[in-house]
């Protein structure tokens, strides 16, 4: 399939993720005596932005899960945000980073932020590729953001519409596309 207009290319997504990764490395320092951060990716989208951010970070980390979603198979998200899968290890006690590869609303992060502190964590930060701010509807800032965006509807590098689009390796604009059925 065609792809749209080019948001973000593969070379500068690389580029985010290594000033990203850096940024991460010294905020949480080398963590002598410290348990591992509990790296917490945030399903479907932030597989591929995760697998390369977590490349990046010279501190120890636990790798693990959750699934959430306010927009099910719909191009516009409910607001209502449902955790569809928890993670398999306790939050307990933890300093945990968040990764994500889109803000818009700030619900799904929020919610995820207060659902981690509700199960103990310790500290809970976030971090993410892209922030489309002008489309934040309550006041939830990232800790670590790679870059704003316009606001248009955007896939590839992990980011869907209706489930598809995620394979593409840069961000497009896939406004005038209509998603595979």
Same mark, same amino acid.
């Given at each position: $399939?065609?792809? &749209?207009?080019?948001?973000?290319?593969?070379?500068?997504? %690389?580029g985010? @993720?290594?000033? $990203? &990764?850096?940024?991460?490395?010294?905020?949480?320092?080398? +963590?002598?005596?410290?348990?591992?951060?509990?790296? =917490?990716?945030?399903?479907?989208?932030?597989?591929?932005?995760?697998a390369?951010?977590?490349?990046?970070l010279?501190?120890?980390?636990? #790798?693990?899960?959750?699934?959430?979603?306010?927009?099910?198979?719909?191009?516009?998200?409910?607001?209502? @945000?449902?955790?569809?899968?928890?993670?398999?290890?306790?939050?307990?006690?933890?300093?945990? =980073? $968040? @990764?994500?590869?889109?803000?818009d609303?700030?619900?799904? =992060?929020?919610?995820?932020?207060?659902?981690? +502190?509700?199960? &103990?964590?310790?500290s809970?930060?976030?971090?993410?590729?892209?922030?489309?701010?002008?489309?934040?509807?309550?006041d939830?800032?990232?800790?670590? #953001?790679?870059?704003?965006?316009?606001?248009?509807? @955007?896939?590839?590098?992990?980011?869907?519409? &209706?489930?598809?689009?995620? %394979?593409?390796?840069?961000?497009?604009?896939?406004?005038?596309?209509?998603?595979?059925p």
């Amino acid at each position: $399939m065609e792809q &749209g207009r080019l948001i973000v290319s593969e070379e500068e997504i %690389q580029g985010l @993720v290594v000033r $990203m &990764g850096g940024e991460i490395n010294r905020f949480y320092g080398s +963590r002598e005596n410290e348990p591992p951060v509990l790296v =917490l990716g945030i399903l479907k989208g932030a597989f591929i932005f995760l697998a390369d951010l977590v490349r990046k970070l010279t501190f120890p980390a636990e #790798i693990e899960f959750i699934g959430a979603s306010s927009y099910g198979t719909s191009l516009v998200s409910s607001g209502n @945000v449902q955790i569809l899968y928890e993670p398999a290890v306790s939050l307990e006690g933890r300093d945990i =980073l $968040m @990764v994500d590869e889109l803000i818009d609303t700030g619900r799904t =992060l929020a919610a995820l932020s207060d659902y981690c +502190r509700e199960k &103990g964590a310790r500290s809970v930060a976030a971090a993410v590729l892209l922030d489309k701010f002008e489309r934040r509807e309550i006041d939830y800032h990232p800790d670590f #953001i790679g870059k704003t965006i316009e606001n248009v509807f @955007v896939g590839g590098y992990g980011l869907d519409g &209706g489930g598809y689009y995620r %394979q593409y390796p840069a961000v497009s604009d896939f406004s005038k596309k209509t998603p595979v059925p």
